[in-house]
């Protein structure tokens, strides 16, 4: 694809050739060289346009769908958005079982983009028949003619960014990368670009960024399920409680986990600092990175690439409203007390 092109045949000629954007000042006291991967270039606004267009494409050439068939698919958003955006342009019908966690903006912006929505409680175990994965099915199961993309166990999601974000990132740093830290909701991500990386230099490191509150740092550790890890938390598309065959493990060196506060803070301070306006989980990767350095583990010659999966705009709701911060206790006693005499 040629993103210097003058006039594109349609929206999904965009999808990918991210730009990679070096950070010039909040990991300027850090010892290396940083540099985003921005996936909010891409026209969906998200890393998850790799996956919807490659997956569906994969079925298309597998003669598995064809233009009004139904795709489903459970989603916190982003994915459903990039479903619902290939849907249109290629003539499916869409079918979203979306978490209640999930912003009320990209729900809106989902129904919008033509998608069937369905709101299900996010605080229910993953077998339990309320949860957005027994929803979909059950969805997959009675709608004739419908693909269910899975893209928690389907193998494909590493592949879309085995084949694009992988081989990018390797170009657009002419080699050099020496780690790679990346956020892990379904893992397709980290493991797409991981696995590639791996392949040309076995000794990039690939760091996975995990929340607290979800069990895959602790699965990677201990290869055991273990319950006692699981709560609940604030950040979208970060961390699982349950394990995701499209997360390969072996992969991954490590993983840090992060907190929602501090996450929060890092998303608002990656907007003006860098002038990058992105989403909650691109706070959570900048967050592990501020942790990795504390423990030393980069160098003057590393060069650390960061995946930023997607855009601000998806949390104006969330971590960029004032009161929505005041909200959860994340601002300290002078920020609320500002915060009141502005009110006033
Ligand atoms: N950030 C956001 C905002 C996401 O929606 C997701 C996907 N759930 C991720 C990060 C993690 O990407 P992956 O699913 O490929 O691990």
Known sequence: MENNKKVFNNVLELVGNTPLIKLNKIASSFKGNYYAKVEAFNPGHSSKDRIALYIIEQAEKKGIIKP?????????????????????????????????????????????????????????????????????????????????????????????????????IWNQTEGKITHLVACSGTGGTISGIGKYLKEQNPDIKIIGVDAYGSVIKKYHETQEFDEKEIYPYRIEGLGKNLIPTATKFEVIDEFVKVTDEESAHTAREIANTEGLFVGYTSGAAMQAIKQLNEDETFTKDSNVVVIFPDHGSRYMSKIYSDKWMNDQGFFDTIHQEAAESIQI
């Open 68 to 168: 009004g068939d139904t795709i489903v698919e459970t989603t916190s958003g982003n994915t459903g958005f990039s479903i619902a955006m290939v849907s249109i342009i290629k003539g499916y019908k869409c079918i979203l079982a979306v978490s209640s966690k999930s912003s009320a903006d990209k729900i809106d912006m989902l129904k919008t983009m033509g998608a069937q929505v369905y709101v299900c409680p996010a605080h229910v175990s993953a077998d339990d028949p309320r949860s957005y994965y027994e929803v979909a099915k059950r969805l997959h199961e009675e709608t004739e003619g419908s693909v269910y993309i899975n893209q928690y166990f389907n193998e494909l999601n590493i592949d879309a960014h085995y084949h694009s974000t992988g081989p990018e």
